[in-house]
């Protein structure tokens, strides 16, 4: 009994030791075939199984003065949004948010019942909304952040720098121009599921995802643009004028350092400016613009004369007695001059800004070669100074300046163009870009506001590389040229109100009529300052442009004061030397003027408010307007 008990429990074991030899060779079958048959397969099926593709939009790039101070920086906004399955009573809840959000109970309880499991309710909520719903506690309701953005310094180069849409996209300005590389590129990234669906990204992502899109560093100094603003401001409020802008460039490198528009701008309020109807206080009149350039044309005229070698340094121009007479049929009304000269140096001409004189430098022109006589030379270095057309300012918008084709143009066309009216009209920046080719030598220079751009995700910047455009006049003549412009301000148009007490500077005034209903208005103005500083030495170039101030009518009243408040002021900024180590004052107007010595280290604004403007304004004469010499109503410019 004991062996067969004993046989028993042997054969038991035995085919217990077999059936696990055949699961263990069975399971070692299954592993094999698991991690090596079928290894590729399997895996590549896991991989597709945990794997998630997120899609990755990063912040938007920075935007940076020239000295890489913040001008505008990302924020978020709050989304009010609802979760109707947490609602147990839309109605009342529909009632408690009515007066927050200012829109019907009925509307909101339809939204609030809809079977979706998240609902928007109000975009950009109000920071006062947002806390009033937070105290009211109500079930199912939640805000969901969104990007926007902070423009920190409010109205301070607020048309240039733009803004954005709604939807956190470029809509004007340098937001809207520079969307590509401040938006930066949406990207898909790599993560994997987890076992409660979390994402998690993958550990290399950093390599891939950019944390926002590049910094765009400006040209614009934001103390200059200060200084810009503040001048410009408090002349076009003292005389409610209809508008003002500012321009202050770099004459060697084309660069933009300020460029100011009033009425100023702030892109949080732009509901507001709608709603008053002030539409077009975004618009940047700096390149927007054109106007009639009155007798700031004046000095490339001579430029061109001399260049050609049409007249010289030491030509004398007959300016006829102040009146010049052409057949009727041509013109009905002579030209004429406020100061009555005879035969005068070309400095002479345009010192005192003689119409007449300019007229006759562009006929030297004409008449170069007396077998060919024709007007292609006047109109050609007009173009080559960038009139006619367009700067290429790496801005939006920028309109082309006009100048008619030569071609059409008869004896009267030329000598109106010749003193800045007629078929030409140019803009702020095409002025500004004009002057830097006299105060730079002779070069053209392509305006620019784009510094470069710096990458967010290793801190290397990339500088923008404008080039410089051909020479359109010799050294010697845009020295020669720089020279009169000193003088007019010295003791010409300009020797009043921009002349500087601490450095030599160089300009000319500018007095143009208005077109209204077709026909030169007597009453509406543009008036103009456009120049540059240090005289022998150019380290700026400044437009200024007054549009319809009240009770002033001159470019040297008007505009000219802005000027110097602007050259005072950003000289010693950059630490440019005085020429004078103490102030020039005029006896006349020493006892009303407040002259305050600048100081290298800090910017001090030069006031003005003891200079009667006004009454300067009444003794001056129409010599910078060209009263009698507009081009006539009706001719064929439109």
């Known amino acids: 009994m004991n062996e067969t008990f004993s046989q028993v429990i042997g054969q038991r074991i035995m085919k217990t030791a077999l059936i696990t030899l055949v699961a263990v060779v069975v399971l070692q ?53 609802a979760h109707p399955a947490k609602i147990k009573e839309p109605k009342r809840v529909a009632g408690e948010l009515s007066p927050v959000l200012g829109v019907p109970g009925d509307q909101l309880e339809k939204r609030l019942t809809l079977p979706r499991e998240e609902i928007a309710l109000q975009r950009r909520i109000s920071a006062p909304q947002a806390d009033a719903i937070r105290k009211l506690n109500l079930e199912g309701i939640d805000f969901s952040p969104e990007p926007a953005r902070c423009y920190l310094k409010g109205e301070l180069a607020s048309q240039l720098i733009g803004y954005v849409n709604i939807d956190n996209q470029g809509a004007a300005g340098i937001e809207k121009s520079e969307e590509s590389r401040l938006a930066g590129k949406v990207i898909n990234v790599h993560a994997r599921r987890m076992g409660d669906r979390k ?4 550990f290399d992502y950093m390599r891939e995802v950019p944390l926002r899109g590049a910094d765009v560093v400006l040209t614009i100094d934001e103390t200059i643009q200060w200084i810009s603003e503040k001048a410009l ?135 170069f070669d007396p077998t060919k006589p024709s007007r292609e030379m006047f109109y050609n270095y007009l173009v080559d100074f960038g ?55 002779g070069v053209q220079v392509t305006p620019h506001i784009i510094k470069g751009y710096v990458s967010s995700r290793n801190g290397n910047h990339f500088p923008s590389r404008p080039k410089r455009g051909k020479r359109v006049v010799r050294e010697e003549v845009a020295q020669q040229v720089r020279e009169m412009l000193l003088d007019v301000c010295e003791r010409g148009t300009g020797k009043l109100y921009a002349r500087s007490n601490w450095y030599k500077v160089g300009g000319k005034t500018g007095t143009a009529k208005k077109v209204i209903n077709g026909a030169y208005s007597k009453s509406h103005r543009v008036l103009s300052f456009a120049g540059f500083a240090p005289a022998e030495k150019p380290a700026i170039v400044v ?96």
């Open 543 to 638: 437009v200024v442009l007054i549009d319809e101030p009240e009770k002033l009518r001159f470019g040297a009243t008007a505009a000219a004061p802005v000027f110097r408040e602007i050259v005072d002021n950003t000289l010693p900024y950059l630490h440019v030397p005085p020429d004078f180590l103490e102030p020039r004052l005029e006896k006349k107007n020493s006892r009303n003027r407040k002259d305050i010595k600048p100081e290298p280290e800090k910017v001090i604004l030069v006031e003005d408010a003891g200079i009667d403007l006004e009454s300067q304004d009444a003794q001056l004469s129409d010599s910078d307007l060209d009263e009698n010499s507009s081009w006539p109503a009706g001719a064929r410019f439109d």
């Open 199 to 202: 994402a998690i990204l993958d």
């Open 29 to 81: 079958w299954r592993l094999y075939d698991l991690q090596v048959v079928k290894h590729e397969v399997l895996a590549e099926a896991g991989r597709i199984e945990s794997k998630r593709n997120i899609t990755w939009k990063p912040d938007r790039g920075v935007i940076l003065d020239r000295n890489m101070r913040l001008l505008v920086w990302n924020s978020e906004k709050e989304n009010l949004v």
């Open 387 to 441: 009139f006619g057309g367009k700067t290429g300012i790496d801005l939006p918008g920028e309109v082309e300046m006009v100048l008619k084709d030569w071609k059409t143009w008869n004896l009267n066309d030329m000598l109106v163009v010749a003193f800045g009216a007629g078929p030409i009209s140019v803009s702020p920046i095409g002025l500004a870009s004009a002057y830097c080719v006299l105060a730079n030598g």
């Open 233 to 367: 401001g408090r002349m076009c409020e003292t005389y409610n004028a209809k508008s003002g802008m500012a321009v202050v460039m770099e004459p060697q490198t084309g660069e933009v350092l300020a460029m100011a528009n009033y009425p100023f701008f702030d892109a949080d309020h732009l509901g507001d400016y709608y709603l008053a109807g002030q539409r077009d206080r975004d618009k940047n009149h700096c390149i927007t613009n054109r106007f009639e350039p009155g007798s700031t044309i004046k000095p490339f005229v001579v430029a061109a004369g001399l260049d050609s070698g049409a007249i010289h340094i030491d030509s004398i121009i007959d300016c006829e007695g102040g009146s010049r007479y052409l057949p009727p049929r041509i013109r009905p009304i002579p030209i004429r001059d406020e100061h009555r000269m005879g035969k005068v140096p070309v400095g002479d001409v345009l010192v005192f800004s003689s119409n007449i004189g300019v007229g006759k430098i562009a006929e030297a022109m004409e008449h």
